[in-house]
């Protein structure tokens, strides 16, 4: 026979006056936690009370109800309502609505106060993004939004940008198959056809990581901190209907630039109103670009210009700073070092008199009608402007006044008696001729899938290599004056004893400058090419030139250690251990003479002991990684830091794995083949140099993993250690 289903009576609810309740000792609660009791107040002072407490009668030692009432659940609302109540603003009368617990109920008060805390679902944070939006949609502005809510108007963007991502990713994050972090990441970009193409690549892989998202979503775009950028500001470029993509969860250092074409455009007309300006001085031609390649003054004659003369003004004030600095100079004279302020003092005054020497140069009216300008940007981004260099074609003819024959003497046109051939055979352009481009051509290889077997490196991606041993090779003979010597003597020597089969030398002894037509973007700002400016830089403040009589008075007066000095420089500038291109029809370089080259050019890389990760050269995604198939990268982690860890990239596409390698392989000291030193590439692998691309192929047992394997948490996540240290022993 069924029974009836029992039927549930609910407790009653009564609103009961405020100084009728007391906290009760059976509250669960200790610990505070979440929203402050002051936060509360405010909150119910606001939008009143939105949920009861939960009473039960205080009853005597004798089991009479006293008229007081014990909260047991409810006791953070209490406190609030008391604050409101010490400030006056409730009533000590005020009722409270109270659900109120029957005193001979067999549930404990203890198990009411947790339940009601245990039983409480938080709100998904998915939720309260969207309940953001609805308030804001309902006009309530963010500033409101974060006051009602006690958090800063950062946050309210924060949780608002997240909920504008795209419904098909908030979808994946509700249903827990996406992180915080990584639904962060994709509000960089708010293109959800992208973010939604992003995901898509991401989500079987295991690189999910949030940095790698963002990565991917600005991948087309130019970071704020780009030199051009920075250049035509940001503000320019947003005014010009440019977009700014921001993180609003992380420091993204001024965000990323979304139209690349536009940037480059408005550097482009800001250098060139620059030069129109500079036109107005007479040159023949202005030069504009972005990038000035190292060498770009090779060949040029370099005019020498008298600085401008300072006026009255500007001469007492240099002498006013001058005095000053002499003074101070004199007045602690006698101690060890400066103290603080002093030394800053002493600084402030040398940049102070500098300015006064970095003053515009006067050039000769007639040069500048021959000569040109380079304008780019500097190392510090801001505009730099290099005047008066005269292109061969534009040096004056010798010719005298008798080559014209007798058309000077000609009357009616227009010649003076006195006209000199220096005029007639160079005379200034009518109108200045300004250039834009210039760039270094960079070449990048496309996108495709191997087969996994090694080819050879593509031959400008070694053009660009061997530039970078050329210039190093240069700088490292520039300071060895003894190798410089034997280098020279061994060049002479074949000259006269091989003249039929001496093509092919790594030396130019003309000296004919090497310029390098292929050459990586970095490397005019490489360490290397630094140190031959500056050494090139002091060598020419010293020498007298300009007149041959008293430049060879003054290298003879040299000491020996000097001239050696001196050739050892010249001699550099020689070097030439690039690739080329080898012309099978006779023209150029043979394939014998490049093989010559080479192996020369790495016979003097022994004699200098040249190393070219100290020389500043290392493998990046730009300078080699994306450069080369994936088989390529694989191969050079593989050298670098085992099979173990090469093949645990194997699986990434092959802009992630480049990234990847690029991190591992910083501060191996690998280099690729055509780097390597012959002497040390055939040593043993386990005793190669450092800075040679030495090798380790040793198997890493169990116990070394952990401090032989460096891999970001998403390559290792979930792999057993016996199965990591089983690749890794292969």
């Known amino acids: ?153 950062q946050i309210v963007k924060q949780r608002l940008k997240l909920a504008s991502v795209a419904p098909a990713l908030l ?54 901190s780009d030199r051009r950028a920075v250049f035509v500001g940001v503000d320019a470029y947003e005014t010009a209907g440019g977009v700014v993509l921001r993180d ?37 031609w202005i030069e504009v670009s972005t990038e000035l390649p190292y060498g770009y003054s090779y060949g040029l004659r370099r005019l020498a210009g008298d600085p401008s003369p300072l006026s009255a003004d500007e001469a007492a004030e240099h002498a006013k700073l001058l005095a000053k600095y002499r003074a101070l100079e004199q007045e602690y004279s006698g101690q060890d070092e400066y103290p603080e302020e002093i030394d800053t003092r002493l600084g402030e005054l040398e940049s102070a008199m500098e300015a006064f020497d970095q003053r515009p140069l006067i050039f000769d009216a007639a040069e500048v009608g021959r000569a040109g300008v380079f304008v780019t940007l500097d190392r510090d981004v801001g505009l730099a402007v290099y005047r008066g260099y005269v292109r061969p074609e534009d040096e004056p003819r010798e010719e005298t006044v008798a080559n014209f024959g007798d058309e000077l003497d000609k009357e009616g046109q227009g010649t003076d008696g006195d006209v000199s051939a220096h005029q007639l055979s160079a005379g200034p352009s009518a109108a200045t001729v300004i250039t834009s481009g210039g760039q270094p051509f960079s070449a990048g290889l496309p996108y495709d899938e191997d087969d996994g077997a090694l080819k050879p490196l593509p031959e400008r991606l070694v053009m660009e290599l061997t530039a970078h041993r050329t210039l190093a090779l240069r700088e490292a003979i520039g300071r060895s004056p003894d190798v410089a010597l034997t280098l020279l003597l061994m060049k002479l020597v074949n000259d006269t004893f091989r003249s039929s089969g001496a093509s092919g030398s790594c030396l130019e002894a003309s000296v004919r400058t090497v310029y390098m037509s292929a050459q990586a973007p970095d490397l ?53 251990a690039l690739h080329e291109k080898v012309n099978p029809y006779g023209a150029g370089i043979s394939t014998s003479g490049l093989a010559r080259r080479i192996a020369q050019s790495d016979l003097v890389a022994q004699a200098v002991d040249l190393d070219l990760v100290a020389a500043g050269w290392e493998p990046t995604a730009d300078t080699y990684l994306n450069r080369v198939p994936k088989a390529r990268i694989l191969e050079a982690v593989r050298e670098a830091k085992g099979e173990g860890t090469a093949q645990l990239l194997d699986h990434l596409k092959k802009g992630e794995m480049a990234t990847e390698a690029e991190r591992l392989l910083k501060g191996s000291g ?47 996540a979930d792999l057993p250690v016996e199965s990591t240290a089983l690749m890794a022993a292969e």
């Open 1 to 153: 026979m069924a029974q009836a289903a029992q039927k549930i009576t609910l407790s009653s609810s009564r609103d009961i006056p405020f100084d009728k309740l007391v906290l009760s000792q059976s509250n669960v609660r200790r610990i505070k936690a979440g929203v402050s009791v002051e936060e509360l107040a405010e909150d119910i002072a606001r939008r009143g009370l939105l949920q009861g407490l939960s009473v039960r009668p205080v009853l005597d030692a004798d089991g009479v109800e006293t008229g007081k009432f014990e909260i047991p659940a409810g006791g953070r609302r209490f406190q609030a309502l008391s604050l409101l109540v010490k400030q006056k603003r409730l009533a000590k009368t005020a009722p409270v609505p109270c659900v109120l617990r029957d005193a001979t109920s067999d549930i404990l008060a203890e198990d009411d106060s947790l339940a009601e805390n245990m039983q409480r679902v938080a709100l998904h944070p998915l939720d309260q993004f969207r309940a953001f939006v609805a308030l804001r949609e309902k006009g309530q502005g963010e500033e409101a939004i974060a006051a009602a809510f006690f958090v800063t108007p």
């Open 171 to 224: 979808d994946v994050y509700a249903e827990d198959s996406m992180t915080l972090e990584q639904l962060m990441a994709f509000t960089v970009n708010p293109d959800h056809v992208r973010q939604a193409q992003v995901w898509d690549a991401v989500k079987n892989s295991w690189n999910k990581e949030p940095y790698s998202i963002r990565r991917m979503l600005t991948e087309t775009s130019v970071r704020a």
């Open 248 to 284: 609003l969860f992380q420091g993204d250092d001024g965000g990323w630039l979304e139209d690349p074409a536009l940037l480059d455009r408005l550097v482009a007309d800001k250098l060139q109103a620059e030069a129109q300006a500079i036109a107005a001085e007479g040159w023949k």
């Open 524 to 576: 005019k700002d490489s360490p290397v090419a630094k140190a031959v400016d500056d050494r090139h830089a002091a060598w020419e403040a010293d020498l007298p030139l300009g007149d041959d009589a008293v430049l060879w008075d003054y290298l003879s007066a040299f000491d020996q250690a000097s001239r050696l000095a001196l050739l050892a420089h010249c001699l550099s500038f020689g070097i030439n």
């Open 670 to 716: 690998w280099l690729p083949e055509v780097l390597r030193r012959s002497d040390l590439a055939a040593l043993d692998g386990d005793v190669a140099a450092e800075g040679q691309g030495a090798l380790s192929e040793e198997p890493l047992g169990a116990a070394d993993i952990d401090a032989e394997i460096d891999l970001p948490a998403f390559l290792m």
